[in-house]
């Protein structure tokens, strides 16, 4: 497995690479979730690219981003194993040099959920993504769906921009109690992590009350927060049903919905979400 450092080592080793290439982007510390889209990547193309770079840009002021988990090495023997054939792996001063003044902007998608509660991180996501595809030049890219609204971001970029590559989904990789695989999973004590248990749990809650006919979301909601509430460290930022394509609030189930939340459990912020159909 090879190494770049910087743009032109990268685009040097794709093309000495003939056929099809997957891009998997990441902010490194990797688990199981991120091995799950370069199994897909590898899957689906010849050869499989991943990048590791944590992007100061999507993160707001008070985030978490001087502390956020980093094992360089680890990962590099972990996409080793995998078979990936080169890993993109910059410096902050090659994807960001100095006088760096370039953004891309988001639409509506971009706004609610996480958009609202982390003002601009999505334009630092677009923009490094937008960069990354650019700079690789990837045939397809794979993308998790925990982080749906970011997965509908940049399909829509890539529609919009006319980028020439394919949005790949891949779905959530959770643990076998139902915790959604993250790399922020690891600032949890063990009785935090029980508590965080509530995320997916109310998803399946929601899920069987949809099963069960339920369509009024504000009931939905109702049973999903007091679920939520009876863990003593969980402070929930949003409970979302919205439709799935656009992300505007429903107040009936009477399409595709993407059921998505944010919690704080103590200092650690944790996302998780499924989709039902009516
Ligand atoms: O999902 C992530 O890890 C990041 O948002 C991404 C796509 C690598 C961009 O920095």
């Not at 050869?47 to 100061?56: D, L, W």
């Not at 590559?165 to 915790?179: M, S, T, W, Y």
């Not at 939905?220 to 656009?246: F, H, N, V, W």
Request: glycine content about 6%; proline content about 6%.
């Amino acid at each position: 497995m090879r190494i770049a450092r910087t743009a032109a080592e990268c685009r040097a080793l794709r093309s000495e690479l003939g056929g099809s290439l997957g891009l998997v982007p990441t902010m490194g510390y990797l688990h199981e979730g991120h091995l799950a889209l370069v199994r897909a990547a590898r899957a689906d193309c010849d050869h499989t690219c991943a990048s590791i770079f944590v992007n100061p840009a999507q993160f707001g002021p008070r985030e978490d981003l001087s502390r956020y988990p980093r094992d360089p090495e680890r990962d590099l023997a972990l996409l080793n194993a995998e078979g990936v054939a080169f890993v993109f792996m910059p410096e902050l001063g090659e994807v960001y040099p100095p006088g760096f003044d370039t953004w891309v902007e988001p639409g509506a998608v971009s706004a609610p959920l996480e958009g609202k509660s982390r003002p601009g991180h999505f334009r630092g996501v677009a923009t490094v993504v937008c960069k990354l595809f650019n700079i690789v030049q990837p045939q397809r890219a794979y993308f998790g769906e925990k982080d749906a609204q970011q997965l509908r971001v940049v399909t829509q970029m890539v529609h919009d921009l006319d980028l020439p590559l394919e949005i790949v989904p891949v779905p959530i990789v959770r643990d076998a109690d139902g915790l959604a695989l993250s790399s922020r999973n690891v600032y949890l004590s063990s009785e935090q992590r029980r508590q965080a248990l509530a995320l997916s749990a109310s998803l399946r809650l929601a899920r069987a009350l949809v099963a069960g006919g339920e369509r009024r979301v504000r009931s939905i909601k109702a049973r999903m927060r007091g679920l939520i509430q009876r863990e003593p460290e969980a402070a929930i930022d949003y409970i979302s049903i919205a439709d799935s394509s656009t992300l505007a609030e429903l107040t009936t189930i009477d399409r595709p919905a993407l059921i998505s939340l944010a919690v704080r459990i103590g200092a650690t912020r944790l996302i998780d979400n499924t989709v039902v159909l009516p």
